[in-house]
């Protein structure tokens, strides 16, 4: 029995989705980008209800971000199964701000289970990102990437097309000559290459059309891994261009045979708001799709578009729309939580000092590309409401602690405590970062001692902070704000993640000062 499922799968921070079947459980690994440990992992025995099973990359040796910019690091990871173990490969890109050259670092990591501990990354090239791996039935393996070329002044024509060469799995390094196979299609900006091998035939699926609302997933086949290759006779199986979809921003897809040998397709898709803006970020959908005779695949609704509904395999369970996070040392944190650009700490994330809280010392600031002491996690509705409570006496103007609402450096909020040397008051601040440019607000002179409870609530674009010192009483932290700046729409230089809430302390001037966090409490509302 097929059951209606909504669309997205995936709600909030999950793009450039890549799904596998393995075993009877679907996995789907999406980019994490700045955001630490890297690459989610997302699993499902049904296609409808879905849970986080593992970040891969989660130490130093794996991945290294410190100094990544926003944007930057992980980016459309690619996960395989074959020869009894996972495949994942990743790039942590570097640098990629002025458009021109971008520092492309593509690596492989094998682990016998989807949640164990990963093998040291093998380095395997540079030339483009969005690497994936394909195993072939006569046991050959080939690494395909797209091409990036700096040479050209238009940030289209930069992509030069899909590179394909072999990976020697013995030798652990990529062999033989690098080709380029596939040149892509008038959508230009072809990208996020997989290939994968039915009756006979080698299709290569890619996105176009760039990562907004030109978005699209090309199909081409070859009997040859090397091509050449012909194009679907739609050339493109999914877009939401120039549509009035629910999901828009269709394309960066994952073709996957699953349960029943049935086939189904993961895509990234956004929601926008009326002003365009996806303030969600981009999110994974799933669709049913269907071969023909003529030995193509299509979406099974008869069309190029995404459906909002797709039939899985058991009904979609009512989301926990409460999450209250409480903290003991005899647990770990929770895998919802994130940090920025390097891994937890037991030095900077404690709780194991003071039972049931959460201690988090302080480092660099709000803007800084490492040592940020952030914990935070992903936003996943519309209308949200996030809070906690604070006890934090700070001596100084450098020690800050509160509640950070944020989208990246550039773009976002920050409701916390901190002191006036020529007052000796302790006092609530709230700065705001609008594409780079930042509002300070004096909000309320605190008592010289006590917790401080906040809250912000997002209403779609309507955006408020609060604080209490009681916990029951609640006042207005500063202007309202619009929401939907934190979104890839807005932000600039053009951005890709999506909305966090969470938790933080800072000491600029000597990285000592602690805050204590009693809790931390998510709450998302029907739309």
């Given at each position: 029995?097929?059951?209606?499922?909504?669309?997205?799968?995936?709600?909030?921070?999950?793009?450039?989705?890549?799904?596998?079947?393995?075993?009877?459980?679907?996995?789907?690994?999406?980019?994490?980008?700045?955001?630490?440990?890297?690459?989610?992992?997302?699993?499902?025995?049904?296609?409808?209800?879905?849970?986080?099973?593992?970040?891969?990359?989660?130490?130093?040796?794996?991945?290294?971000?410190?100094?990544?910019?926003?944007?930057?690091?992980?980016?459309?990871?690619?996960?395989?199964?074959?020869?009894?173990?996972?495949?994942?490969?990743?790039?942590?890109?570097?640098q990629w701000v002025?458009?021109?050259?971008?520092?492309?670092?593509?690596?492989?990591?094998?682990?016998?289970?989807?949640?164990?501990?990963?093998?040291?990354?093998?380095?395997?090239?540079?030339?483009?990102?969005?690497?994936?791996?394909?195993?072939?039935?006569?046991?050959?393996?080939?690494?395909?990437?797209?091409?990036?070329?700096?040479?050209?002044?238009?940030?289209?024509?930069?992509?030069?097309?899909?590179?394909?060469?072999?990976?020697?799995?013995?030798?652990?390094?990529?062999?033989?000559?690098?080709?380029?196979?596939?040149?892509?299609?008038?959508?230009?900006?072809?990208?996020?290459?997989?290939?994968?091998?039915?009756?006979?035939?080698?299709?290569?699926?890619?996105?176009?059309?760039?990562t907004g609302l030109?978005?699209?997933?090309?199909?081409?086949?070859?009997?040859?891994?090397?091509?050449?290759?012909?194009?679907?006779?739609?050339?493109?199986i999914i877009t939401?261009?120039?549509?009035?979809?629910?999901?828009?921003?269709?394309?960066?897809?994952?073709?996957?045979?699953?349960?029943?040998?049935?086939?189904?397709?993961?895509?990234?898709?956004?929601?926008?708001?009326?002003?365009?803006?996806?303030?969600?970020?981009?999110?994974?959908?799933?669709?049913?799709?269907?071969?023909?005779?003529?030995?193509?695949?299509?979406?099974?609704?008869?069309?190029?578009?995404?459906?909002?509904?797709?039939?899985?395999?058991?009904?979609?369970?009512?989301?926990?729309?409460?999450?209250?996070?409480?903290?003991?040392?005899?647990?770990?944190?929770?895998?919802?939580?994130?940090?920025?650009?390097?891994?937890?700490?037991?030095?900077?994330?404690?709780?194991?000092?003071?039972?049931?809280?959460?201690?988090?010392?302080?480092?660099?600031?709000?803007?800084?590309?490492?040592?940020?002491?952030?914990?935070?996690?992903?936003?996943?509705?519309?209308?949200?409401?996030?809070?906690?409570?604070?006890?934090?006496?700070?001596?100084?103007?450098?020690?800050?602690?509160?509640?950070?609402?944020?989208?990246?450096?550039?773009?976002?909020?920050?409701?916390?405590?901190?002191?006036?040397?020529?007052?000796?008051?302790?006092?609530?601040?709230?700065?705001?970062?609008?594409?780079?440019?930042?509002?300070?607000?004096?909000?309320?002179?605190?008592?010289?001692?006590?917790?401080?409870?906040?809250?912000?609530?997002?209403?779609?674009?309507?955006?408020?902070?609060?604080?209490?010192?009681?916990?029951?009483?609640?006042?207005?932290?500063?202007?309202?704000?619009?929401?939907?700046?934190?979104?890839?729409?807005?932000?600039?230089?053009?951005?890709?993640?999506?909305?966090?809430?969470?938790?933080?302390?800072?000491?600029?001037?000597?990285?000592?000062?602690?805050?204590?966090?009693?809790?931390?409490?998510?709450?998302?509302?029907?739309?």
């Amino acid at each position: 029995m097929k059951y209606k499922v909504k669309n997205p799968i995936l709600p909030g921070f999950h793009p450039d989705p890549c799904m596998i079947y393995v075993d009877g459980t679907y996995y789907i690994a999406t980019s994490t980008f700045e955001y630490y440990p890297g690459v989610k992992i997302s699993a499902s025995e049904d296609l409808a209800n879905w849970r986080t099973v593992s970040y891969p990359l989660k130490n130093l040796n794996l991945l290294d971000m410190r100094g990544d910019v926003a944007s930057t690091g992980i980016w459309a990871p690619a996960l395989s199964y074959a020869d009894g173990k996972f495949w994942l490969i990743f790039t942590n890109q570097r640098q990629w701000v002025d458009e021109h050259l971008k520092d492309t670092e593509n690596y492989l990591t094998t682990c016998e289970t989807i949640d164990g501990e990963w093998t040291e990354p093998v380095k395997l090239n540079g030339s483009g990102f969005d690497p994936s791996l394909f195993h072939d039935d006569n046991g050959k393996k080939y690494l395909v990437n797209m091409r990036w070329d700096y040479r050209f002044n238009d940030d289209g024509a930069r992509f030069r097309g899909i590179l394909c060469q072999e990976y020697d799995a013995e030798q652990k390094k990529l062999v033989g000559e690098a080709k380029v196979i596939f040149t892509g299609t008038e959508a230009h900006i072809t990208e996020g290459p997989h290939i994968f091998k039915k009756d006979g035939w080698y299709y290569l699926l890619t996105a176009e059309g760039g990562t907004g609302l030109t978005h699209r997933a090309t199909l081409a086949r070859s009997k040859n891994v090397w091509g050449p290759y012909e194009l679907h006779p739609n050339k493109h199986i999914i877009t939401a261009w120039e549509t009035d979809c629910y999901l828009q921003k269709a394309g960066h897809a994952s073709l996957c045979q699953g349960k029943d040998g049935e086939w189904v397709m993961a895509h990234l898709c956004g929601r926008p708001l009326p002003d365009g803006r996806c303030m969600l970020g981009r999110e994974t959908a799933i669709q049913n799709v269907e071969w023909h005779e003529d030995g193509w695949v299509y979406l099974k609704n008869g069309t190029m578009n995404p459906s909002d509904e797709f039939e899985a395999y058991a009904p979609q369970l009512p989301k926990e729309n409460v999450k209250v996070y409480n903290f003991s040392e005899k647990e770990p944190l929770s895998i919802d939580f994130m940090t920025l650009r390097q891994p937890f700490g037991e030095d900077v994330f404690d709780t194991k000092s003071r039972p049931g809280y959460l201690r988090i010392r302080g480092q660099k600031s709000i803007l800084a590309l490492q040592d940020q002491s952030i914990l935070a996690r992903r936003v996943e509705a519309f209308k949200f409401e996030a809070e906690t409570e604070v006890d934090f006496a700070p001596t100084s103007f450098n020690h800050w602690a509160g509640l950070s609402y944020r989208y990246s450096e550039n773009n976002q909020h920050y409701l916390y405590v901190s002191f006036d040397e020529d007052t000796g008051n302790r006092e609530l601040l709230k700065i705001s970062y609008d594409n780079s440019k930042y509002k300070f607000e004096r909000i309320a002179v605190l008592p010289a001692e006590g917790t401080v409870w906040m809250k912000v609530c997002v209403d779609h674009a309507d955006g408020q902070m609060f604080y209490s010192l009681n916990g029951k009483d609640y006042m207005p932290a500063g202007e309202k704000f619009d929401a939907s700046k934190l979104s890839d729409e807005y932000n600039r230089p053009l951005a890709f993640t999506g909305p966090y809430v969470g938790m933080g302390c800072q000491d600029f001037a000597n990285a000592e000062k602690k805050a204590d966090f009693h809790y931390f409490k998510y709450v998302e509302y029907d739309e």
